[in-house]
């Protein structure tokens, strides 16, 4: 019998970046798999992939804190510059889904790299 794969988000040694990095995956995994289903012109498909990626970006967007205290009145803290990524990756796939473009699910995979590359930045 295979192994449940909701069993690993389970693992409680998980830190919430390695909760992050499964859904970067999972949502880089789904985009690209809706772009084919764009080429192909398999709607429904890319109808579920890109409803599923877009309920794992909601769902970090949801995580993020209401309001974060600020360090500097001038410069915003970490969550309200996240959420404003979030935002555009959220309007890159309603747009991408609505009008049947790759370059939008193109930006949207670009932006999630982006935000990786930041939370595994080497300090």
């Given amino acids: 019998?295979?192994?449940?794969?909701?069993?690993?988000?389970r693992d409680e040694t998980a830190t919430p970046i390695d909760l992050w990095d499964r859904g970067y995956k999972?949502?880089?995994?789904?985009?690209?798999?809706?772009?084919?289903a764009i080429e192909q012109r398999e709607h429904a498909q890319?109808?579920?992939?890109?409803?599923?990626?877009?309920?794992?970006v909601e769902f970090w967007t949801?995580?993020?804190p209401i309001q974060e205290e600020a360090h500097d009145a001038s410069t915003p803290g970490l969550a309200p510059r996240l959420r404003i990524a979030y935002e555009f990756i959220l309007n890159k796939i309603a747009h991408g889904?609505?009008?049947g473009k790759?370059?939008?699910l193109d930006e949207?995979?670009?932006?999630l790299a982006h935000l990786h590359s930041?939370?595994?930045a080497k300090r």
């Fill in 62 to 64: 949801a995580a993020l």
């Fill in 118 to 120: 930041i939370f595994h």
């Fill in 108 to 111: 949207a995979i670009h932006m």
């Fill in 1 to 9: 019998m295979a192994a449940n794969p909701y069993q690993v988000v």
């Fill in 102 to 104: 790759t370059e939008d």
């Fill in 46 to 56: 890319q109808g579920r992939m890109l409803f599923d990626a877009f309920a794992i």
């Fill in 26 to 36: 999972r949502c880089v995994a789904l985009l690209s798999g809706a772009k084919r």
């Fill in 97 to 99: 889904n609505a009008f």
